[in-house]
């Protein structure tokens, strides 16, 4: 009888160790779910705010955490629904944007798949804005503030003008790609950066610079036939956006791949805003530099 009671004491201890390890695991998964993520900066595109090695903390919170059905059955490159949560506000400029990169394909088609690669970039015009780069040098209409790295953007200035750029690799055209548009690195735009509920005209250029994300939205081809612009096998005079879109660029202005070269980033695809790094290995020594943890970015 004795062994009997220790056996059903050791059982039932057994069991609440299990519960309470259940409990915590939802809890963190619930936490990691909705609150924080983190994720490894793999490249130098973001230098000098955030360095290869370091593992930045991806602030949930404050635009809301996305609910995203994975466990369907969704084949590759397959759309996927995406929502969330509330937040406290949304992106707005000089926020780090950790994202999934939007061109799981060619570049001519935006996609939101799980399967792509995130992105880190600096966000340095939110939906409303209309943004220029003039002379390598970020801005904003109506809007005063320093935008992205001012020093990295003066440097480029400087290897173009004394004819250096082209020896360093550096590419100079971007979005749309378009010869008779004229943009490049140097000089872009204006571009509006549609907000949801926005309705624009759709004419030839409307159609160039908006096309990928008019496409994405409706799930349909659009295509222009002279200066008549067909969704599907229907004309459509204008056009009326369903998401927030963004344009963001990394502090590397030399070495990074963004929307100066594939344009528009819809609200969806962002994962959240990276605020501070987690802890930081330097790549060739593989030691921690203790300084960089827990910085604020």
């Known amino acids: 009888m004795e062994v009997k009671k220790i056996l059903l004491k050791v059982f039932d201890w057994i069991q609440n160790i299990i519960i309470a390890v259940f409990v915590v695991m939802v809890i963190w998964l619930l936490f990691r779910f909705t609150t924080y993520a983190s994720f490894r900066i793999p490249s130098d595109s973001m230098e000098p705010s955030v360095l290869v ?6 602030n ?3 635009i809301g955490g996305r ?8 084949p590759e490159y397959e759309e996927l629904t995406v929502k969330r949560l509330p937040g406290i506000r949304k992106a707005r400029r000089n926020d780090l944007l950790v994202f999934n990169f ?7 088609s935006l996609g939101f798949s799980m399967k792509t690669s995130y992105y880190i970039k600096r966000c340095v015009a939110q939906p409303g804005d209309t943004f220029e780069i003039r002379n390598a040098r970020y801005m904003v209409q109506g809007c005063d503030d320093y935008l992205g790295n ?3 953007q003066e440097m480029l200035a400087g290897l173009v003008s004394s004819g250096r750029a082209y020896d360093m690799g550096i590419v100079m055209t971007g979005y749309p790609y378009m010869v008779d548009v004229g943009w490049n690195i140097m000089n872009f735009g204006p571009l509006y950066i549609p907000k949801a509920g926005d309705t624009i005209k759709l004419d030839r250029m409307a159609y160039v610079l908006y096309r990928q994300v008019i496409e994405w939205e ?7 036939e002279g200066d008549e612009v067909y969704l599907g096998d ?3 005079s204008d056009y009326t956006f369903k998401t927030d879109c963004y344009f963001v660029t990394g502090d590397n202005v030399l070495n990074s791949q963004d929307s100066r070269y594939w344009g528009l980033l819809p609200e969806p695809f962002i994962l959240g805003v990276a605020t501070r790094i987690g802890k930081s290995v330097n790549p060739v020594t593989e030691k921690m530099r203790w300084d ?3 910085r604020k970015i």
């Open 150 to 152: 001012v020093e990295s």
């Open 292 to 294: 960089r943890v827990l």
């Open 67 to 74: 609910v995203v059905n994975i466990w369907d059955d969704i």
């Open 102 to 108: 939007p061109y799981p394909g060619p570049w001519d």
């Open 234 to 236: 229907n004309r459509i």
């Open 60 to 62: 949930k919170w404050i």
């Open 218 to 224: 409706q799930k349909q081809k659009l295509r222009i």
């Open 53 to 58: 090695g370091d593992k930045v903390i991806v």
